[in-house]
């Protein structure tokens, strides 16, 4: 069955920087585009970025353009999110997401941006 393990989440100053995994198992990886999404206490679940299935397309939030960077290592399953630049607002628990019929979740890692 399809699994998504996000890791990665912490404490971290605002300006500073933080990436976040999200390991995959369950099907053909390689095959399918990925993507990370946020939800924020109150706020309904945002896009953040998505990658193709081999990497070559990246498409980003308005929000984030310039300072998160999506990239994945088909060898290992696995999906990343490079985040810097962070700002307090941004805080949210972030999920890995996989779209084959109907959507796949991860458990969620909690980023918290704070002085």
């Known amino acids: 069955q399809v699994q998504l393990v996000e890791s990665g989440g912490g404490l971290v100053q605002p300006g500073g920087s933080l990436r976040l995994s999200c390991a995959a198992s369950?099907?053909?990886?390689?095959?399918?585009?990925m993507k990370w999404y946020r939800q924020a206490p109150g706020r309904e679940r945002e896009l953040v970025a998505r990658?193709?299935?081999?990497?070559?397309?990246?498409n980003y939030g308005d929000s984030v353009k310039g300072r998160f960077t999506i990239s994945r290592d088909n060898a290992k399953n696995t999906v990343y999110l490079q985040m810097s630049s962070l700002k307090p607002e941004e805080t949210a628990v972030y999920y890995c997401?996989?779209?084959?019929?109907?959507?796949?979740w991860g458990q969620g890692t909690q980023v918290t941006v704070s002085s």
């Open positions: 997401n996989l779209w084959r019929e109907r959507d796949y």
């Open positions: 990658i193709s299935s081999f990497g070559g397309g990246t």
């Open positions: 369950g099907f053909t990886f390689s095959s399918y585009a």
